[in-house]
């Protein structure tokens, strides 16, 4: 027996193993690390521009260029994880990840910074979809939201804890910027010992489930890109979400918190962390809320719609910046919870790899687009502490994408509302719901 009959009843031995929750654990340490070293240079932007003289182009290209290598390699990498498994290619990033590290921390000249937030890139999309991937081949379909979202949850630990890191490591941000990047590579290292011990329990993964993924077909260069329609909706929320949040967050929330909104640098720190700290405890929740109520779409729906309303708040009203970090808070913790499992549902599993690396790949090219266009604006506007209203336009630009991300996702409830969507809408277990 293959298929959905089997997924859904066990019989290809997923959701079985007690190795799983092992499994899941090594995969939310390598995700947690590659989070943390991902979001490494926001708490130094300000460092940077005060003491190395680096301008908001030259910040934000910094985060910007860890999408730029998987505009070409996302879809190969996609490839390589239906090709040699999941495992393997996560210990190969990992390894790669941890030399990037490295590289950014040593951080002389800039074109060596540069190069190593290059080089942790190819780690940094590659480990994220192999491990969803390698969770989709240990856990049964009616337990991957779970297992996702914990997931999730620790990836937004990464995230809040180098939000907060001023705080905690506050004696590393007084050297200076290069010891919280040193910092970042002994994380990055410790998701390196939590990737090789990923590969070597892959090999106990259940019998059943493992000839079932190589019985699967070979996959035809004509299949790339014949997807149905509702994944194609899904991935541009994908995209456009990514495009707005993770440069916003990653790149210029503290910076704009401590020259807008007149906070210290462990205020602005704590404001941020407050948005991953909501993920971490509410992901969960709302993942299995999906499978109990289904309405997958709408909830996507309301996530997004969050995210402009965020920055006119921000932008355009003297209310706190934890208003704004509830509803983004929110948000976050909504959207990715749904997105991932969902986006499971919609493509076959042989095809599941490919899938995730054709979203990485354009994801990316959002992410690198939108760092740069944001730094580009804030530079052309004057913004600074000199001059905060300069960072008027670079809010605009936020808001306006996110509201171009909401009409893409109400193309996506309108489909799956109708009678050709697939089962989203429907609670787990109902007839016509995914299996």
């Not at 007690?18 to 460092?47: M, N």
């Not at 990836?155 to 007084?174: E, F, H, N, T, V």
């Amino acid at each position: 027996m293959s298929g959905p009959i089997a997924a859904s009843t066990g019989l290809d031995g997923r959701g079985v193993s007690p190795l799983r929750w092992v499994a899941l654990g090594c995969a939310a340490t390598a995700i947690f690390s590659s989070y943390y070293e991902s979001d490494v240079i926001g708490p130094i932007a300000d460092l940077l521009y005060r003491q190395r003289g680096l301008t908001q182009f030259q910040i934000g290209d910094l985060t910007a260029v860890i999408s730029l290598p998987n505009i070409v390699l996302a879809l190969f990498n996609g490839l390589l994880i239906d090709r040699y498994g999941a495992g393997r290619v996560t210990l190969w990033a990992a390894l790669i990840g941890f030399v990037g590290a490295v590289l950014t921390a040593v951080g002389e000249p800039y074109r060596l910074m540069w190069l190593g937030r290059f080089v942790f890139g190819m780690s940094e999309g590659a480990i994220f979809i192999s491990l969803v991937a390698g969770l989709a081949q240990w856990f049964s379909p009616r337990q991957i939201s779970l297992a996702a979202a914990l997931f999730l949850s620790f990836a937004r630990i990464g995230s809040w804890s180098l939000d907060k890191s001023p705080r905690w490591a506050g004696s590393l941000y007084a050297g200076g910027w290069q010891p919280p990047l040193w910092l970042g590579a002994a994380i990055t290292a410790l998701g390196l010992l939590a990737a090789i011990v990923y590969v070597l329990i892959d090999a106990y993964r259940p019998k059943a489930a493992a000839a079932a993924q190589a019985a699967r077909p070979p996959l035809r260069w004509a299949d790339l890109l014949d997807f149905d329609l509702s994944y194609w909706y899904i991935l541009a929320l994908h995209v456009l979400y990514a495009a707005v949040f993770f440069p916003f967050r990653q790149t210029y929330a503290i910076e704009y918190l401590q020259h807008v909104k007149g906070l210290t640098l462990q205020q602005a720190g704590d404001v941020n962390s407050g948005v991953f700290a909501a993920a971490i405890f509410a992901t969960s929740f709302f993942g299995l809320l999906a499978d109990r109520v289904g309405h997958r779409a709408l909830m996507l729906t309301v996530g997004t719609m969050l995210l402009p309303v965020t920055f006119v708040v921000l932008g355009l009203t003297d209310l706190s910046p934890w208003i704004s970090t509830i509803l983004m808070g929110v948000s976050f913790a909504l959207v990715p919870a749904i997105i991932w499992p969902a986006t499971t549902f919609l493509v076959e599993p042989r095809r599941l790899g490919t899938a995730l690396g054709i979203i990485t790949l354009l994801q990316n090219v959002g992410l690198w687009s939108s760092n740069r266009a944001a730094g580009w604006l804030a530079d052309r506007a004057g913004a600074g502490p000199e001059h905060p209203a300069g960072y008027a336009v670079m809010l605009g630009y936020f808001g306006l994408l996110s509201l171009v991300a909401l009409a893409s996702v109400l193309l996506l409830w309108r489909r799956e509302s109708g009678p050709r969507g697939h089962g989203l809408e429907l609670p787990q277990g109902a007839v016509g719901a995914p299996a």
